[in-house]
């Protein structure tokens, strides 16, 4: 069996299909994967034995450290982005039997499976990435969000977005290679079959009329990294430490600041994550220490709360853990999302804009911080599962077979 995988993104877009490849070598597949061509993919691929094809500009260029680009930037970025597909696609599909695609922004994964006679499956891994009666479309960054008085009616505004967007084009494309034109670009892509790569307690699917959803569990892979030397005689130093981290994302400049601050005045000590944004500590300090990458599967159990972004892959680590979160997301993607389910689990406290006044994100503190929610969080932790890679390996397979 060969199997492509296909996304566009930042490590949070990557990293699960990384966790799907795995599983499926484990069952005799061959995989190949669509990718950034930023060097820590490269190398993360290189490790597994995994043939990365380079697809689009370095994701890292886009994130800058003023943002996102404009939303000028970000419609003239999709529209080459479709036309570099149809061009990297097809070769990349030769040979294979499946293409699983991981987001919205695979415009042309399912017309170059269908052009090649392979079969295609959609993945996204939260909920809210779905149309439902039951929650709004996530923000697209540089679109306007649309504005009506239910979520059905803001799916369909969505979808009207998102044909205006990419119908041209994508239909353009199509008919080079001999296939019909579609008339609802986003339901094209996710198909009335997707796959939700979450765990069903964290991010549970409701049903909603008009998708058959598979949920197979979250796509993760055990992180066993040892902790840096530094970091080890940090942790061992003193009581479990807030750690503060926003991933790729480039917070607000005060956020990380303002985070330790509430931190120090909740009496803990503090780990801030430097992540993409390159975050610093606002000054020395024997209970403050700045960390690079590490395992936040070895780390997170030391701590005394987590302060993200609202990051799928950082609420579910942080989430196994046990341990309670402070989420202040930025209006993008699924980070609202992921924000709203820790607040509603009452595991932790989620804050309702990215730049939180230093009083609102020391309430949020105390709250997350209650015995209260440590007791929520690590009841919660043993519900959690770790089988959602292995489990849609198998089913792949298993509909190929």
């Known amino acids: 069996m060969r199997v492509l995988l296909s996304t566009y993104g930042t490590r949070g877009d990557v990293e699960p299909l990384v966790a799907l490849a795995v599983r499926l070598q484990a069952l005799g597949a061959e995989v190949r994967m669509c990718a950034p061509p930023d060097a820590e993919f490269a190398e993360r691929l290189a490790g597994i034995g995994v043939q990365l094809v380079p697809v689009g500009p370095p994701v890292r260029g886009l994130m800058r450290d003023t943002g996102l680009p404009t939303a000028a930037e970000l419609s003239r970025h999709r529209t080459e982005m479709v036309a570099t597909q149809f061009d990297v696609f097809p070769a990349a599909a030769a040979g294979c039997d499946v293409l699983v695609a991981a987001g919205l922004a695979q415009i042309a994964a399912r017309s170059v499976a269908e052009a090649a006679g392979i079969r295609y499956v959609y993945a996204c891994y939260s909920a809210v990435n779905l149309p439902s009666p039951h929650h709004a479309p996530p923000p697209r960054p540089g679109w306007p969000e649309p504005a009506a008085d239910d979520n059905l009616a803001l799916w369909e505004r969505d979808a009207h977005q998102v044909d205006a967007q990419f119908g041209e084009v994508l239909n353009h494309h199509r008919a080079a290679i001999g296939l019909p034109p579609v008339d609802n670009v986003r339901d094209h892509v996710y198909t009335d079959r997707p796959w ?19 949920q ?13 030397a530094d970091l080890m005689a940090f942790l061992d130093a003193g009581e479990p430490p807030v750690y503060v981290g926003f991933g790729s994302i480039s917070p607000s400049p005060d956020i990380a600041r303002r985070a330790v601050e509430a931190s120090l005045a909740q009496g803990y000590r503090v780990l801030v994550s430097r992540g993409w944004a390159d975050l610093a500590l606002p000054e020395v300090r024997d209970d403050c220490l700045a960390v690079g990458e590490v395992s936040h599967q070895r780390l997170f159990p030391r701590t005394a709360a987590v302060v993200h972004h609202g990051g799928a892959g950082t609420t579910l680590t942080a989430a196994r853990a046990g341990v309670p979160q402070v989420v202040v997301p930025l ?60 489990t849609a390996a198998n089913l792949l397979l298993a509909t190929l077979r």
Not at 216 to 228: K, Q, S, V, Y
Not at 340 to 348: K, Q, T
Not at 361 to 381: H, I, Q, S, V
Request: charged fraction near 25%; avoid cysteine; glycine fraction near 8%.
């Open 331 to 390: 209006r993008l993607a699924d980070n609202p999302y992921w924000a709203r389910r820790v607040a509603d689990l009452e595991i932790g406290a989620a804050l309702d804009e990215p730049d939180p006044a230093a009083d609102t994100l020391r309430l949020a503190f105390k709250t997350a911080l209650a015995p209260e929610t440590r007791a929520r969080a690590g009841a919660l932790a043993a519900g959690l599962r770790t089988d959602g890679a292995e």
């Open 196 to 214: 939700l790569a979450a765990d069903p307690v964290l991010g549970p699917w409701r049903p909603a009329p008009g998708l058959d959803v598979v």
């Open 216 to 228: 197979t569990g979250a796509w993760t892979l055990p992180d066993e990294r040892p902790l840096p």
